[in-house]
């Protein structure tokens, strides 16, 4: 069964220190992954996806797929990187979205 | 253009009950998904819609139904409401034919008494 794991609920880190939220995922096909954000009061957005392998807000994501993993990290650590950031798998029939339960990231000043 | 926009905010019913959301998708967007989230949990997928049928569905029972209008627009309904079936109603959505991008709506609030 297609499953999204994020372990850690809360991560605090201080600003300028690296940042990793951890994601692993379980499917038996061939995965695409997403790290999707929302800021306080706003809609849940795309921050990005494995395929396009940009950077976007100097956030990266690596497809692991001997691991199961898609970690989202950030070298530099800002404040408006405080969110919820959730990992999505979208199963390959490009209909089915499946998200993990989010890590809460608090950037402290 | 707005965006997705998702009527009403909040909503408070009572067991048992019935109840219907309401999706108007980003301008140019024809495929609309709908989503529970729950308190501290990710957006659960429920179904999905396109040229009015239902595409995909996930598991959820069937007091959870959908319907697509011509304008492309979305209803969610619910019937025989339980108490856990309060939660965050997100809805999503994308053009089928273009990016795989999903927009998201601002939710609707439904709390179950």
């Known amino acids: 069964a297609q499953r999204v794991t994020q372990p850690e609920k809360l991560l605090s880190v201080f600003k300028g220190a690296p940042v990793e939220l951890k994601c692993n995922y379980s499917?038996?096909?061939?995965?695409?992954l997403f790290w999707y954000v929302q800021y306080s009061r706003q809609r849940l957005q795309l921050l990005l996806r494995?395929?396009s392998r940009e950077s976007i807000k100097g956030f990266t994501a690596d497809l692991n797929k001997g691991e199961t993993s898609f970690h989202l990290k950030k070298p530099f650590a800002q404040e408006e990187d405080s969110a919820m950031y959730y990992c999505?798998?979208?199963?390959?029939?490009?209909?089915?979205?499946?998200f993990g339960s989010g890590t809460k990231l608090n950037v402290k000043p | 253009d707005a965006g997705v926009t998702q009527s009403p905010t909040h909503l408070i019913k009572t067991r048992g009950q019935q109840v219907t959301l309401r999706c108007s998708p980003k301008?140019?967007?024809?495929?609309v998904s709908w989503y529970q989230q729950a308190l501290g949990q990710g957006p659960q997928f429920i179904f999905q819609?396109?040229?009015?049928?239902?595409?995909q569905r996930g598991n959820f029972p069937d007091r959870f139904s959908g319907h697509q209008f011509p304008n492309y627009s979305s209803e969610l309904n619910v019937n025989a409401l339980l108490l856990g079936d309060s939660a965050l109603y997100l809805c999503?959505?994308?053009?089928?034919?273009?990016?795989?991008?999903?927009?998201f709506g601002p939710g609707t609030r439904l709390t179950v008494t």
């Open positions: 999503a959505s994308r053009d089928q034919r273009g990016s795989y991008e999903q927009y």
């Open positions: 499917y038996s096909g061939s995965p695409e």
């Open positions: 494995h395929i």
């Open positions: 999505a798998l979208r199963a390959d029939n490009f209909n089915k979205f499946y």
């Open positions: 301008s140019g967007h024809d495929t």
């Open positions: 819609y396109y040229e009015e049928e239902e595409r």
